[in-house]
């Protein structure tokens, strides 16, 4: 008998068999599953982070590139300071209305970060204009809207908030900027505001879709007195450029002979993430305390210089 295969007792031992016992198995099984769920973590985490910081980087360079617009249309502004003589009155130049979110940009919700935004209209010559019409001169008009920016204006199957750039063509001596705005005494009154008919505001239009997720949108003008003091107009007023500056409510310490030195622009925007959870809460205590975690502020001032 081979003594390798015998107990002391010499009696034969049996062959241990190979594998796994299933305590082994057991344990491998719960090591194999904690190892997956750590690197299910730890990818969910990975893949959060990027989108959220694509998110970020998106929304700056929208930002950014809407910044840029505004700023090449306002340092190409248009202001000639003096009466036509088509009409004799002063023509207005530069007209910014203050907007009531409440009722003005209906369904927006809570989280519109100030109660009261700007409505910009001026004249410039824009880089993107149509170069086979006649003329250079355009009117602009930059504000904010809840809207389906795919459809159309008048539909909110997908409404969001967003910034408007409206840009009226040069034309001709019937239609257009040249026709229909140019020597206006009032812009809002006599041509965005209804178009010259009726009481509604100038209609948005997908086409003139800017960016998305603005949710204010401010501008502050400098006026210089002619003692050379500074006056900053406050973002809640509004202000009209024709022949004199005028401000309502009005401002003691700006002179009516004022001229306007520069332009504060501030547009504040949130990225997709935090714009799908503003949709998706109704209380506007939460709206708010997300638009203050996640909102980013974005600012240019613009110097600007009187035409001929």
Same mark, same amino acid.
């Not at 719960?30 to 690197?39: E, K, N, P, S």
């Not at 389906?148 to 204006?153: H, N, R």
């Given at each position: 008998?081979?003594?390798?295969?015998?107990?002391?007792?010499?009696?034969?031992?049996?062959?241990?068999?190979?594998?796994?016992?299933?305590?082994?198995?057991?344990?491998?099984?719960?090591?194999?599953?904690?190892?997956?769920?750590?690197?299910?973590?730890?990818?969910?985490?990975?893949?959060?982070?990027?989108?959220?910081?694509?998110?970020?980087?998106?929304?700056?360079?929208?930002?950014?590139?809407?910044?840029?617009?505004?700023?090449?249309?306002?340092?190409?502004?248009?202001?000639?300071?003096?009466?036509?003589?088509?009409?004799?009155?002063?023509?207005?130049?530069?007209?910014?209305?203050? &907007?009531?979110?409440? @009722? %003005?940009?209906?369904? #927006?919700?809570?989280?519109?970060? +100030? $109660?009261?935004? *700007?409505? !910009?209209?001026?004249?410039?010559?824009?880089?993107?204009?149509?170069?086979?019409?006649?003329?250079?001169?355009?009117?602009?008009?930059?504000?904010?809207?809840?809207?389906?920016?795919?459809?159309?204006?008048?539909?909110?199957?997908?409404?969001?908030?967003?910034?408007?750039?409206?840009?009226?063509?040069?034309?001709?001596?019937?239609?257009?900027?040249?026709?229909?705005?140019?020597?206006?005494?009032?812009?809002?009154?006599?041509?965005?505001?209804?178009?010259?008919?009726?009481?509604?505001?100038?209609?948005?239009?997908?086409?003139?879709?800017?960016?998305?997720?603005?949710?204010?949108?401010?501008?502050?003008?400098?006026?210089?007195?002619?003692?050379?003091?500074?006056?900053? &107009?406050?973002?809640? @007023? %509004?202000?009209?450029? #024709?022949?004199?500056?005028?401000? +309502? $409510?009005?401002? *003691?310490? !700006?002179?009516?002979?004022?001229?306007?030195?520069?332009?504060?622009?501030?547009?504040?925007?949130?990225?997709?993430?935090?714009?799908?959870?503003?949709?998706?809460?109704?209380?506007?205590?939460?709206?708010?305390?997300?638009?203050?975690?996640?909102?980013?502020?974005?600012?240019?001032?613009?110097?600007?210089?009187?035409?001929?």
């Amino acid at each position: 008998m081979n003594p390798s295969r015998a107990h002391a007792g010499g009696r034969p031992r049996r062959a241990r068999r190979g594998g796994f016992t299933l305590i082994e198995l057991m344990v491998a099984i719960a090591i194999t599953a904690l190892l997956l769920g750590i690197v299910l973590q730890v990818t969910t985490s990975m893949l959060h982070t990027w989108q959220r910081q694509r998110g970020i980087l998106r929304k700056n360079l929208d930002a950014r590139a809407a910044i840029e617009l505004m700023t090449n249309d306002l340092r190409a502004i248009v202001i000639r300071p003096h009466q036509l003589l088509q009409n004799n009155l002063p023509a207005e130049w530069v007209n910014m209305q203050v &907007v009531d979110t409440q @009722s %003005t940009i209906t369904a #927006a919700g809570g989280y519109v970060a +100030s $109660p009261q935004v *700007a409505w !910009l209209m001026f004249f410039t010559v824009p880089i993107d204009r149509t170069l086979s019409l006649p003329g250079d001169v355009c009117a602009v008009s930059y504000r904010l809207g809840y809207e389906d920016p795919i459809t159309s204006a008048s539909g909110k199957s997908y409404p969001m908030m967003g910034l408007y750039r409206h840009l009226v063509p040069m034309g001709t001596s019937t239609a257009g900027t040249f026709g229909a705005v140019l020597g206006l005494s009032d812009l809002y009154g006599g041509f965005w505001k209804g178009q010259g008919s009726g009481s509604a505001d100038y209609p948005l239009q997908a086409a003139d879709f800017l960016i998305a997720h603005v949710i204010d949108f401010q501008v502050i003008f400098r006026a210089q007195n002619p003692d050379g003091t500074v006056v900053d &107009v406050p973002a809640s @007023s %509004t202000f009209r450029l #024709a022949d004199a500056i005028s401000v +309502s $409510p009005p401002l *003691a310490a !700006l002179n009516a002979s004022a001229r306007l030195v520069s332009i504060d622009l501030l547009i504040t925007l949130v990225n997709e993430e935090t714009a799908q959870s503003l949709r998706q809460v109704s209380s506007q205590t939460v709206q708010q305390q997300l638009v203050r975690q996640n909102a980013q502020n974005f600012t240019r001032r613009v110097l600007v210089s009187y035409g001929n």
